[in-house]
Nanobody, 127 residues
Framework: QVQLVESGGGLVQTGGSLRLSCAAS????????MGWLRQAPGKEREFVAG????????NYADSVKGRFTIARDNAKNTVDLQMNSLKPEDTAVYYC????????????????????WGQGTQVTVSS
């Protein structure tokens, strides 16, 4: 299995930026499609962004397209989420997730698609 640890959350004003990072250990990182999902209080955990095993393909929720960028470094076993133009509705706990897959695709958008999870990092955007 793989262990995931997120970092980089915090408090930021509307329009600001944050960069989340997820460090993976335990297995061959490039065997896993990776994703970032978030959960706001009282809401379901929702997909934010996904990236294929190689990093060539990415996928974003409509609500973050053009503002967030997911990227991975298979040599460093990390996956990052750069978040720009943050809005109060982006406030949530953000989770890094992994799914071992044969396919080099980024189409895993459901929380049930992912097997391994980090502990989450809080992002709060003030208005």
């Amino acid at each position: 299995q793989v262990q995931l640890v997120e970092s980089g959350g915090g408090l930021v004003q509307t329009g600001g930026s944050l960069r989340l990072s997820c460090a993976a250990s335990g297995r061959t990182f490039s065997d896993y499609a990776m994703g970032w999902l978030r959960q706001a209080p009282g809401k379901e955990r929702e997909f934010v962004a996904g990236i294929s095993r190689s990093g060539e393909m990415t996928n974003y929720a409509d609500s973050v397209k053009g503002r967030f960028t997911i990227a991975r470094d298979n040599a460093k076993n990390t996956v990052d989420l750069q978040m720009n133009s943050l809005k109060p509705e982006d406030t949530a706990v953000y989770y890094c997730a992994a799914r071992r897959t044969y396919y080099n695709r980024a189409y895993y958008t459901d929380r049930n698609d992912y097997t391994y999870w980090g502990q989450g990092t809080q992002v709060t955007v003030s208005s």
